[in-house]
Structure formats: C-alpha cells, structure tokens
C-alpha cells in the first residue's frame, strides 16, 4: 500500500493543478472513492483544455505519467 500511496503523490498534483487552472472539479457526479480508485487502478486523468498553456500542460502530463519512475524524476 505504501508504494502506491507514494505513486500517487505525483498524479495527485497533477489533479491540484488542473483544478486550480480550471477552477473546476473534474469528475463532480464521481465520489470521492471512486475517483481515487480510477485515477490509480484505471489511468483516469481529466482532459487538459486546448487553451491552458503548454508548460503547465506538460507538468500535468509528467505528473499523470503511467511510469512512476518518470512521474517522480521529472
């Protein structure tokens, strides 16, 4: 359980910085469980918008890298 905890640290920032560009939740009819179920076991990521800029487009998508070795070494 520890490694993935540790695994999902990155995607969960990744998660905090589409929420705070969007001001938005990403999946509002989803609970809580089931969203951090999807995100872990299923890859579940919410789409980036075409206009969010691409350096921040591209953290997120480091921190949602299904590699967790990439994820967390930038």
């Known amino acids: 359980v520890t490694g993935v905890q540790t695994c999902a640290l990155p995607i969960c920032f990744g998660i905090c910085l589409w929420e705070i560009y969007c001001c938005d939740m990403p999946y509002p009819d989803l609970s809580f469980a089931d969203v951090s179920s999807?995100?872990?076991?299923q890859n579940l990521r919410p789409e980036i918008p075409r206009c969010c800029p691409s350096s921040l487009a591209n953290i997120m998508r480091k921190c949602w890298d299904a590699n967790a070795e990439t994820s967390r070494n930038g």
């Not at 999807?38 to 076991?41: E, W």
């Open 38 to 41: 999807a995100v872990v076991r």
